[in-house]
């Protein structure tokens, strides 16, 4: 029911219930008296001290036809309210973001925002016309039927930047200007400098939107919420200017910073090269694992994994990294051997298999088995996962770097667990990197003080068994293990079987997930 401050009917318009409201009023659903079509209806005061209506509305026709461009259908005032009835879309990116809890939106659905936005931003320009104020609550799903395509509303602040009659671009300008736009997303230029916004502000405000949804609690500028004052005003402002593309972007891949970056060189009345950028998070999505579609599934669904995941040939450079992880592993088991247990061992026999990995992975694929590495995107999936299971992996190895006791390790070690079941229990690239952080921890004498001496019966029953028995010795030796050392040693042992064969054997089998259960189980007792 509308509030006391609205009518019921407005220009024969029933309002239903409101959908949101913002700076300039109020937005319901509404319901035509006479053709029943239902719409929303966008009130003003006509006495507000900023009628973007009156500027909205003329934006409309300028965009009908545009895919994700809402029509207008009917403009008037009435009741002292100046009103819009547009097509009645879905939720916008805020809400839903809001109401799933996610301390971040999942890479493949921010993929997918990029590409569908940059294209929507592409077609604004192309009708001369720039959106100046992009932000989560200003892109919409589409109505029901048409959910996977992103729309655009909210052209209060628009404004045309090719002039009609000439059709120059509009003139720059040193004059200090007051600032249009929002808070979080608008570009320095335009915030901070109070530069002419163009085409580049608003790929700009984009890529602060994209970078925004990737980070946990968002950019560093929107986490103390909208500024009080001028003086708090003043320190956003400053914060915003004063982070650099790569700070921002630290832990995100690199497209984003190299956006955000390109962003910020176009010239004043510069061209972006929208198709460019909207391949490049093509591209990456696809890198992933996601396909290629830009179509954005809310909630994302949780990954279907194929009977028969396509392989992937390593490229040689990431042959030559998954060597140097597969070395390094050798040294460090190495070092653990000789510091904390004083065990003799034949580095010859110890390090043969892990050698021989790195070697075969350096030097290529033989001619009758192909040494193939499943990365996160080693996963067919026909939807996209609601995070990323690489993403899960990476941010597990974190977690595991940053421990320092028992109890988060043995955490870390059963959420390893629930990612590997609920994704695809096949060991990819960020899993065997999980792995080599938790064999370091385990090693790491720093962190695990305990140092009994291993037997050396334990150590000379290494000697290349068949993968199930190893892992089926593994997963009974982890429940009676002594110290961090001898579980070091047995995560480096479960690498090492776990690397032996083609990436067909990568699939944790039963014996593997009762190790790392085990393994989480044994840690929780040896605090
Ligand atoms: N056509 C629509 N269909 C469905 N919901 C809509 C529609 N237009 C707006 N909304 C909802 O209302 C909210 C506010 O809309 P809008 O941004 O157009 O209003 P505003 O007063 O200009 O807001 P702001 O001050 O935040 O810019 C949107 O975030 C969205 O949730």
Redesign the pocket.
Known sequence: MPSDEYPQVIANWFLIDE?????????WRAQHLHTKQVV?L?LQDIDHECL?NKFERNFYPLLRGGKGM?ILYAAGEEQELDYLA???????L??LFKKSKQETMDLRSVCCIAMQIIERLEFMHHRGILHR?IQL??V?IGPPGQETTLFM??F?FSKRYIDSKTGAHIPDSTKKRDFIGNYWFSSIGVHCRGKVPSRRDDLEALALMLIHMLTPNGLPWTRNGVPRDDAEHDFLKSTKRGMTAEELCEDLPNEFMLFLKYCRRLKFAEQPNYKHWRETFRKLAVSRGYGSSDAFIWPPPAPRVSRAPPARTVAPSKNQDMAKIIEDLCKLKLSSFDKWTGAVVDPNVANQNMDNAAKQIREGPSSEEQIIISSGSEDAYDVSPKVAKSQKLDKLTKRTRLATDNKELSSVVSDFVTTLQLYSKTLTREGFAFLEALHKQLADPSVFLQATSLRSSEISAEVIPAKLDVLARLSLRVLSAKNNAILGEMVREFVDVMQRGPSSARAIPKNGFAFLEGLAQRLNVLR
């Not at 959908?19 to 937005?27: A, D, E, F, H, R």
Request: charged fraction near 10%; aromatic fraction near 4%.
């Open positions: 959908l949101g409201s913002g700076y300039s009023g109020s937005i929303a966008k973007t809402p547009i097509s009645l879309l879905g939720n916008s805020h809400t104020d609550g200003n919409t509303i909210d209060g």
